[in-house]
């Protein structure tokens, strides 16, 4: 938390410094018993220079005194009430006597909820990898496909398959899937059968289950949610038997999704 920490006396030009060397895009102003006065964004410095401010200015030109904060025994409710209002992307944790106590970042916090932690209002938000978020979307030859929840109990993913393209066909020995199709229509199959899917209708796949979902449309995308159980998750528990794309097949461990 002390990266986002910055004294009440500092210029303009200590707090983009401070933002600089510390990667960060807001900071909180505290006085010298870490009572928070205020807050700023690298914007807000941008707009306090087009406005007349010079670099050795006080922050005081910059800082918003009027910030959202929760107390430091708020429940997670609090906090996601907070966080309903989109402007906002950090919360400030106070005690009674206005001290800066946590700080409760959006990702951070959306982070701690996908992996399955549970919510504690003095829990090390600094400790979150908050890039968990991005780089999330996958490119495959058959379309895309976004990992949406990922803990030591359950994946979910959210898959678009292209018009004309189709998974391969494949099984997996550590996960069973629940795939929910969502838009548009193809075919999937399940060891031996083929069946037409249409939006709404869900299909459980086993441990072992050779299946497979193709995009029998011209025009639109297949979307799939799906959802896998089981003790491991990674991309290498895929066993391929047919791939349209010329990928590897008949491999106990072969890398890569579909």
Same mark, same amino acid.
């Given at each position: 938390m002390t990266k986002y920490m910055i004294g009440a006396a500092a210029t303009l030009y200590e707090a983009l410094d401070h933002m600089n060397r510390n990667k960060v895009k807001f900071l909180l102003a505290v006085d010298a018993?870490? =009572?928070?006065? +205020?807050?700023?964004?690298?914007?807000?410095?941008?707009?306090?220079?087009?406005?007349?401010?010079g670099l050795s200015t006080s922050i005081?030109?910059?800082?918003?005194?009027?910030?959202?904060?929760?107390?430091?025994?708020?429940?997670?409710k609090q906090v996601l009430d907070a966080f309903r209002d989109p402007r906002i992307e950090f919360l400030p944790v106070l005690d009674e006597d206005g001290k800066l106590c946590n700080l409760v970042t959006r990702?951070?916090?959306n982070v701690l909820l996908?992996?399955?932690?549970?919510?504690?209002?003095?829990?090390?938000?600094?400790s979150i990898d908050e890039d968990r978020l991005e780089g999330?979307?996958?490119? =495959?030859?058959? +379309?895309?496909y976004k990992t949406t929840v990922l803990n030591d109990m359950f994946?979910?993913?959210?898959?678009?398959?292209?018009?004309?393209?189709a998974?391969?066909?494949q099984s997996h020995r550590h996960r069973e899937e629940y795939w929910i199709v969502i838009h548009g229509s193809g075919d999937i199959q399940l060891d031996g059968s083929i069946h037409g899917v249409t939006p709404g209708q869900s299909f459980f796949i086993p441990k072992g289950c050779k299946h497979r979902m193709s995009n029998t449309s011209e025009t639109e995308i297949l979307i799939l949610n799906e959802v896998q159980l089981g003790d491991y998750f990674g991309e290498d528990d895929i066993q391929?038997?047919?791939?349209?794309?010329?990928?590897?097949?008949?491999?106990?461990?072969?890398?890569?999704l579909d």
């Open positions: 018993e870490e =009572r928070l006065t +205020g807050t700023l964004t690298d914007g807000d410095i941008r707009r306090a220079v087009l406005r007349g401010a005081d030109a910059a800082i918003h005194k009027d910030f959202t904060s929760v107390g430091h025994q708020a429940d997670l990702r951070a916090l996908l992996q399955n932690q549970r919510f504690q209002i003095d829990f090390d938000f600094d999330e979307i996958f490119a =495959r030859p058959w +379309g895309i994946q979910a993913k959210v898959i678009y398959i292209m018009p004309g393209q998974l391969s066909l391929r038997y047919d791939d349209r794309y010329g990928r590897p097949c008949n491999a106990e461990r072969e890398k890569g």
